[in-house]
């Protein structure tokens, strides 16, 4: 059984998936005018690992996430490099995908984009305004917060309350402050003809009408950030009631936020770190096992003593499965489709919301295992297999992709030599051929 905690109720919840043996799954996606830091690779892990616990479980997983391709922000971008918008997008797109493959993430469903969806979108707000949740002024189209009687329900404020944080522009056109844009009248940038002023769509329109889109309906999961609670997840399911009169997702989820040396990270204090360089520095699995090692709701710190431990963890699995995979290979023994008790335990901590720190503790009892029955004299083979194997099934849950140790004719003569030599006391050969095993990979 696997329970997951929903933002939206603020409880964990037994999942009930809306059709029997599938999960509908978006996670909204990035705008695309620079490259990807390190915080936005954690919702790209946290949710590539909850599609992998659906799937080892049987359930066929259609993930989508999306790729805001119309933004100020891309447009500042393109002015100031003297190019397209196209050129922009197209470029980080292209540098985000690559990210996504470097991640170890497995394909998606769907991709849409904001300007390949326009038309779509452009209907939904002139349904909005047919409906009285929205209203136009000069052009510009707004959502009225108070026509929704549900607004607050995924941040858990009651209208009054947000009233009070709200920043009131001077001479607003918006009949209230909370009141966002749904459409934007504008002569700057790429632009669309809508029945109400040349312009684009605002941001929190775009991701409610890609859902239905590909989708067709109220879906299983809804994720991202925190940061993405409110405004943005609030403004979209109030459209949603607004207009389909469900609050798009069944289940909402959010992964919490990365600190850099225990602060946040943002540019004005210079420490943000572009995700493509850390894995370049750290490689895939050292970055998935950091970011999976604290629960996805808990802020994890990014630090010199957190990738260093991540390090250490990750190389004592390495090792362990390194040695037992070896002895395997001497033997001709294959490993077990078969699991142990320990993938049990793994399968059950990972149910409880995705509890990967009880997960871990899982894997080490898992190597301890894998150690001693590699120390016995007289190998059990059949338990070494299926510890092997379920370790490995573990791993491959979390993204972790650890190569499995094979031997060629020319590695086991080599074994063997090293073998012969210590047998004799040969040691000076033994120290040779042990420094080819080692950059082989094979010790």
């Known amino acids: 059984m696997i329970k997951l905690y929903n933002t939206k109720s603020n409880k964990m919840e037994e999942f009930k998936s809306i059709k029997e043996n599938e999960v509908s799954m978006y996670v909204c996606g990035p705008t695309v005018y620079n490259h990807a830091h390190i915080g936005n690779a954690r919702p790209l892990i946290v949710f590539d690992t909850l599609r992998r616990l659906f799937e080892a479980q049987g359930y066929t997983v259609h993930y989508a996430s999306n790729f805001t391709d119309v933004d100020d922000k891309i447009i500042k971008t393109a002015k100031e490099e003297g190019v397209t918008e196209k050129d922009i997008t197209t470029r980080y797109i292209d540098a985000y995908q690559k990210l996504r493959g470097s991640l170890h993430t497995l394909p998606l469903y769907a991709q849409p984009k904001v300007t390949e969806t326009m038309e779509d979108i452009i209907h939904f707000i002139d349904e909005l305004v047919k409906l009285d949740h929205a209203y136009v002024v000069d052009g510009d189209v ?120 225990g602060q946040k990270m943002s540019k004005s204090l210079g420490n943000v770190r572009w995700a493509k360089d850390v894995i370049a520095m750290l490689g895939a699995d050292v970055v998935r096992w950091l970011m999976l090692s604290v629960h996805y709701r808990g802020e994890l710190n990014f630090s010199d003593e957190t990738i260093e431990t991540a390090k250490t963890e990750l190389n004592k699995v390495k090792m362990a499965l390194k040695q037992a995979e070896l002895k395997m290979a001497l033997a001709n023994v294959s490993i077990s489709d078969s699991k142990d008790e320990g993938y049990a335990k793994f399968i059950d901590a990972m149910n409880q919301d995705m509890n990967t720190p009880n997960a871990y503790a899982v894997i080490f009892e898992e190597v301890k295992k894998l150690n001693t029955l590699c120390r016995t004299r007289e190998v059990n083979f059949e338990a070494l297999s299926e510890a092997v194997g379920s370790l490995r099934s573990m791993l491959e849950i979390l993204g972790v992709m650890i190569p499995v140790l094979t031997l060629s004719e020319e590695d086991r003569k080599l074994y063997h030599a090293w073998m012969d030599a210590k047998a004799v006391k040969d040691f000076a050969k033994a120290d040779e051929v042990r420094a080819q095993l080692i950059e082989r990979g094979i010790l």
């Open 142 to 261: 707004y959502f009225s917060v108070d026509s929704v009687k549900t607004y607050g329900e995924i941040s858990h404020q009651k209208l009054e309350d947000l009233m009070v944080g709200a920043r009131i522009e001077e001479n607003s056109k918006k009949r209230n402050p909370l009141d966002f844009t749904l459409w934007k009248a504008t002569e700057e940038g790429i632009q669309w003809d809508s029945p109400w002023s040349k312009g684009r769509p605002g941001w929190h329109t775009e991701c409610v009408v890609m859902i239905d889109n590909v989708f067709g309906g109220q879906i299983d999961i809804h994720g991202g950030g925190m940061d993405l609670r409110f405004p943005h997840h609030e403004n979209e399911v109030a459209q949603s009631q607004a207009c389909h009169h469900h609050s798009i997702a069944n289940y909402w989820m959010h992964n919490a936020m990365i600190n850099i040396d």
